[in-house]
């Protein structure tokens, strides 16, 4: 059982930039592929970003690419989401996930087995 824990969220101006954590308790960190989701309120979650736990290799949604970094740190079993150039639109509630999902399922949320309880974002106009 993993247990994910979120933190780093806030109130920010538009253009303005957070670094979000997810601290990951419990299980073998380096075997898991690590993800973002948002959820606006009245919208469905979404995905933002991913880094895979064989390559390393990152995804992000078209909204968010040029402007948010995804990384990770074995050593320190957390999963960084650095958000640049901040939008009124990117205000949600921001959950980490973690899972082991296929390549052409990278993006599905059904893929993933363990979820933080989410922090929130809100940007200001």
């Known amino acids: 059982q993993v247990t994910l824990v979120e933190s780093g969220g806030g109130l920010v101006q538009a253009g303005g930039s957070l670094r979000l954590s997810c601290a990951a308790s419990g299980g073998t960190f380096s075997s898991y592929t690590m993800a973002w989701f948002r959820q606006a309120p009245g919208k469905e979650r979404e995905f933002v970003a991913v880094?895979?736990?064989?390559?390393?290799?990152?995804y992000y949604a078209n909204s968010v690419k040029g402007r948010f970094t995804i990384s990770r740190d074995n050593a320190k079993n957390t999963v960084y989401l650095l958000m640049n150039s901040l939008e009124p639109e990117d205000s949600a509630i921001y959950f980490c996930?973690?899972?082991?999902?296929?390549?052409?399922?990278?993006?599905?949320?059904?893929?993933?087995?363990?979820w933080g309880q989410g922090t929130q974002v809100t940007v200001s106009s």
């Open positions: 880094v895979r736990h064989t390559t390393g290799q990152t």
């Open positions: 996930a973690a899972g082991r999902p296929i390549l052409s399922a990278i993006e599905t949320q059904s893929m993933y087995y363990y």
